[in-house]
C-alpha cells in the first residue's frame, strides 16, 4: 500500500464531504492537491495544500478550508494529530498502530510489496546498449547497460508493460571497415604477415578468433581476391560474430534484452522511403538549403539543397537533412524510420538510453517523433561518462581491445553485482567515478557492501532467533502474526516508517524514469536498520534477540525481515543478488 495515496483517497472522501454539506463547491478540481511527506520531520508523517488549492476556487481563505478540514481528519482511526501550519497547510501525525500493521501488509506481500498498477499494463520500449556491433562493449556501455535494464525492471515493478531493444547499427560505413578488419585477421589466420594495421581499421584483439573461424569456414576462397567478391559476405558473417560477443557480454553483466532489431531491414524494406512520405504529406518536409553550421567559414561551406525536416516547428534549433543531395539517406532518417517503426508495433511511449557523446541528438529526434505521432513520447536519457580509477589514481586496463577497456574487464575484476550497484548511484546524466578498491572494501563509505551486510545480519539475526527459541516459526506468515504493539521505540517506528515509504518511491522513481533512486532509497533503509543495531550494543534492551522474551522478539523479527524482503526486492530491480551471509 503507498501510505500516501491511501491518504489522498481519505482526504478526497472527506472534501467532498464538505462539498455534499454545502460548505465547499461541488466542483473543485483537485489534481494539484499534494499529500506528501513533510519537508521537515519534526512537523509529522504526512503534510498536504489542499486548502491552498482549493482556497481560490471556493473563494474562501486557505487557513478557513484548513479549519474545515482538520476536524474531520483528525476523526479517522489512522491519525492521532492534525496541525494547520502557516497559511493552511495540514500536517498528520499518524498512530503508531498504523505503522505497526504496515509490518503485516509487508510480509503478506513479499518481494512483490511495493508493486504498483500506476503503469496500467501501457507498452513502453527502452533502447539501451544499441553499440556499433564492431568490437566488445566498453565502460561507457556498461553504464548505459545497467541503466536501461534497471529502469525497465522498475518500470515493470510499476505496471507498464516493457521491451528492452538493441538496435543493431549494421548499415553504415563503420561495417565496411569492420568487414575490411576481419579480413586482414583472416589472412593472418593463413599465416600472412599483416604487419601494423592499417589507420582507419580496428586493431583490437578481439578480430583474431574471427579470422579463425573464416579460415574455417571459407578455407582459401578469398585470400588474393577483389573486395567485391567477399565484402558483403564477411560484413554479415562479421557482424554476427561480433553481436555473439556483445551478447556475451551483456550476459556477464545479467543483462538480456528481448529485441535486436537490424538497422539494415529499414534500407531494404522501403521504411526510410515511407516515413520521408508520411512526413511530406504531414507538410513537414521541403526542399532546402541549410545555414552554414556554427563556426564554419565561408570558403568551407558548399551550400546544396537537400530534403530537410521542419524540426524547428517541434522544438529543435535548426532544421534537419534528411535526404543528401545525391540521394543518400543521412543517419537522421534512418533514425526517424526506426521510431516510426517501434510507434506502429504499439509503443506510444518510448525510451532511449544514450551515451555522453550524443546530446546534442536530442531534440531532432524528439521533434521527429512529435512530427510523426501525435499521442507519441520519447524520453532520451544520456548516461555522463564513467572515470575508472585504482586507489585514487586513474587506471587504465586492457589490450584485447585495441584502445578501450572493456565492460568484461570491469565485471571480471569486481563482478556483476558490485558493477550493477555502483552504476546506479548517481543519476544518469552527472559524471560516475568507479574506483576497483573503493567499490570493493567492506565499510559503510561502499554503498553496495553497506546494503549486501544489512541483509546478510538481518539473515543472520533469524539464525540466531530460532537457535535461542525452541520451536520458533521464522516464515513471513508466523511473523505477521507477531505482537506487533511491542515495536513502540523511536528506532523501530522510524524503520518501519521507512520500510512504509517504499511503495511511494518505486512509483516516483518510475514516473521520473531514475532507477538510480532505488539505490539510495535501499542505502537510506540499511543506515536505519545498522543504526538499530549499534544502539543494541549499548542498549541490551534494544536488541533485536531479547532471552526469555520471545513476544518482543517475534516482533523485532517481523520487523526486520521486512527491511529485507524490501531490500531484496530493491536490489532484484537493480539486477543485484542479495546475499545471506558475507563472505
Known amino acids: 500500500m503507498n501510505v500516501f495515496t491511501h491518504f489522498r483517497g481519505l482526504l478526497d472522501a472527506e472534501l467532498a464531504a464538505l462539498a455534499a454539506s454545502g460548505d465547499l463547491p461541488e466542483t473543485l478540481e483537485t489534481k494539484n ?12 508523517d504526512i503534510a498536504t495544500n489542499a486548502a491552498l488549492v482549493l482556497a481560490k476556487q471556493a473563494r474562501r481563505k486557505p487557513r478557513d478550508i484548513a479549519e474545515l478540514l482538520a476536524p474531520r481528519l483528525e476523526t479517522l482511526n489512522e491519525v492521532e494529530t492534525v496541525e494547520v501550519a502557516g497559511p493552511g497547510f495540514i500536517n498528520l501525525r499518524l498512530s503508531s498502530d498504523f505503522w505497526q500493521q504496515q509490518i503485516k501488509l509487508i510480509l503478506s506481500a513479499g518481494t512483490n510489496y511495493g508493486a504498483s498498477n500506476m503503469g496500467g499494463g501501457e507498452a513502453v520500449n527502452i533502447e539501451y546498449v544499441s553499440a556499433n556491433p564492431t568490437g566488445p562493449l566498453h565502460v561507457g556501455h556498461t553504464r548505459g547497460a545497467v541503466f536501461g535494464d534497471a529502469l525497465a525492471n522498475l518500470l515493470s515493478k510499476a505496471g507498464y508493460s516493457v521491451t528492452k531493444e538493441y538496435l543493431i547499427n549494421d548499415a553504415g560505413g563503420q561495417i565496411d571497415v569492420l568487414a575490411r578488419s576481419a579480413y586482414l585477421r583472416y589472412c593472418e589466420a593463413h599465416g600472412r604477415d599483416i604487419g601494423t594495421i592499417p589507420e582507419g581499421l580496428y586493431p583490437g584483439e578481439y578480430l583474431i578468433p574471427v579470422g579463425e573461424m573464416l ?48 538497422e539494415k531491414t529499414l534500407h531494404k524494406d522501403g521504411s526510410i522511403h515511407q516515413v520521408i512520405d508520411e512526413l511530406r504529406k504531414r507538410g513537414h518536409i521541403y526542399e532546402g538549403v541549410l545555414e552554414p553550421p556554427k563556426g564554419k567559414k565561408a570558403d568551407d561551406w558548399e551550400a546544396r539543397e537537400q530534403t530537410l525536416f521542419r524540426a524547428t516547428d517541434f522544438g529543435d534549433d535548426v532544421d534537419r537533412a534528411l535526404q543528401k543531395s545525391n540521394g543518400d539517406f543521412t543517419y537522421f532518417g534512418a533514425d526517424i524510420a526506426y521510431h516510426f517503426n517501434k510507434y506502429q508495433r504499439g509503443f506510444k511511449s518510448m525510451i532511449d538510453v544514450w551515451g555522453a557523446d550524443h546530446g546534442g541528438y536530442v531534440k531532432r529526434m524528439q521533434s521527429a517523433v512529435k512530427g510523426l505521432a501525435d499521442d507519441g513520447d520519447l524520453d532520451v536519457k544520456i548516461c555522463q561518462l564513467v572515470r575508472l580509477y585504482r586507489d585514487g589514481e586513474p587506471f587504465k586496463m586492457s589490450k584485447r581491445s585495441g ?12 563482478g556483476r ?36 551486510y544489512a541483509h546478510a545480519r538481518i539473515f543472520s539475526v533469524i539464525q540466531k532467533a530460532a537457535a535461542a527459541f525452541e520451536g520458533l516459526d521464522t516464515s513471513n506468515e508466523a511473523l505477521g502474526r507477531a505482537n506487533l504493539s511491542r515495536l513502540v521505540s523511536k528506532g523501530e517506528i522510524e524503520m518501519i516508517k521507512q520500510c512504509a515509504a517504499w511503495p511511494r ?59 529485507a524482503l524490501i531490500i531484496a526486492s530493491g536490489l532484484e530491480m537493480l539486477g543485484v543478488k542479495p546475499v545471506e551471509e558475507m563472505r
Open 33 to 44: 492537491i499534494a499529500v506528501e511527506p513533510p519537508r521537515d520531520r519534526s512537523h509529522g
Open 215 to 262: 579460415k574455417e569456414k571459407y578455407g582459401e576462397k578469398w585470400l588474393d581476391t577483389d573486395e567485391s567478391n567477399w565484402l558483403s559476405i564477411i560484413r554479415d558473417e562479421a557482424t554476427d560474430a561480433m553481436m555473439d560477443l556483445i551478447r556475451e557480454d551483456l550476459a556477464a553483466l545479467g543483462v538480456k534484452q528481448d529485441v535486436f532489431f537490424s
Open 403 to 414: 584502445n578501450f577497456i572493456t565492460l568484461r574487464d570491469v565485471v571480471d575484476e569486481v
Open 417 to 452: 553485482d558490485v558493477t550493477r550497484f555502483i552504476m546506479l548511484t548517481r543519476k544518469n546524466d552527472a559524471p560516475l567515478d568507479f574506483d576497483f578498491a573503493k567499490v570493493t572494501e567492506q565499510s559503510k563509505d561502499n554503498p553496495v557492501f553497506y546494503v549486501q
Open 505 to 563: 518511491m518505486v512509483e516516483a522513481a518510475a514516473e521520473a524514469h531514475e532507477p538510480h533512486r532505488i539505490s539510495f532509497f535501499l542505502y537510506d533503509l540499511a543506515s536505519e536498520f545498522h543504526t538499530f543495531w549499534n544502539k543494541g550494543n549499548d542498549d541490551p534492551s534494544l536488541r533485536f534477540i531479547i532471552e526469555g522474551d520471545q513476544e518482543i522478539t517475534e516482533a523485532r523479527l517481523a520487523l526486520i525481515r521486512s527491511v
